[in-house]
């Protein structure tokens, strides 16, 4: 049986520079193999947790799941990879997965090969297994400010140092010597950061999956 997660997902482009991902890190982005879906995997209170982070077809549901209160959520965002454990000794996450091409759940693993791929393999009640392999599109995802404060993970020391950049450009900026044409040169634009994995936003509308309600409410 080949584990194929339907998603529909967008691949709206990929991320140009990634990087650099320790080998047995299985968190950020993930293309399914048939490339019709991204995963975003990230850490939830000392587990894995995988949702949909791209749809190459905008406005999937859930069609097939068994539960009727949950066929018409948006396949964006939705949970994928559920409560996976770190086997002891293993470089290999244990748990279950949801495949909505059929609406069920299975026992699964993941693991990570190298930095750019992801074996993933689901099992029907300990047989009929299948699996296939992602291929990373983004970077390995920190723990967010919620996660750091779960339970046997590392809390924060301080805020976080705030952008030196900005203020040095402005600082130089003001000490810079003026025309003397009487036309004061027009400051340069501040440049947009991208974001990142994590960070919710107009390029990324799902965000810190930690926070998804259906993970939140399971993780925390």
């Known amino acids: 049986m080949r584990l194929a997660l339907y998603t529909g997902i967008i691949l709206a482009g990929g991320y140009a520079c990634l990087t650099p991902a320790l080998a047995a890190d299985p968190t950020g982005?993930?293309?399914?193999?048939?490339?019709?879906?991204?995963i975003r995997v990230a850490q939830c209170n000392g587990s894995m947790w995988g949702a949909v982070s791209w749809e190459k077809q905008p406005g999937g549901r859930?069609?097939?799941n068994p539960d009727v209160s949950?066929?018409?959520?948006?396949?964006?965002?939705?949970?994928?990879?559920?409560d996976m454990k770190k086997k002891p000794g293993a470089d290999q996450w244990e748990g279950q997965v949801y495949n909505a091409q059929d609406g069920q759940t299975y026992s699964a693993t993941i693991t990570p090969v190298g930095t750019d791929q992801l074996e993933i393999k689901g099992c029907v009640m300990g047989f009929l297994c299948g699996g296939e392999t992602w291929t990373r599109v983004g970077p390995p995802i920190p723990l967010s400010p919620t996660?750091?404060?779960?339970?046997?993970?590392?809390?924060?020391?301080?805020a976080a140092p705030k952008a030196q950049g900005a203020q040095q450009a402005a600082q130089q900026a003001a000490q810079a010597?003026?025309?003397?044409?009487?036309?004061t040169a027009p400051a340069p634009a501040a440049k947009t950061a991208a974001t990142k994995p994590g960070q919710k936003g107009a390029a990324d509308p799902v965000g810190d999956i930690c926070l998804l309600p259906e993970i939140a409410g399971l993780a925390h």
């Open 70 to 82: 949950k066929k018409n959520r948006p396949t964006l965002g939705m949970p994928t990879l559920i």
């Open 177 to 183: 010597p003026q025309a003397t044409t009487g036309a």
């Open 62 to 64: 859930d069609e097939n």
């Open 29 to 38: 982005d993930w293309r399914v193999a048939d490339g019709v879906a991204n």
């Open 147 to 158: 996660n750091a404060m779960a339970k046997g993970a590392p809390k924060s020391t301080g």
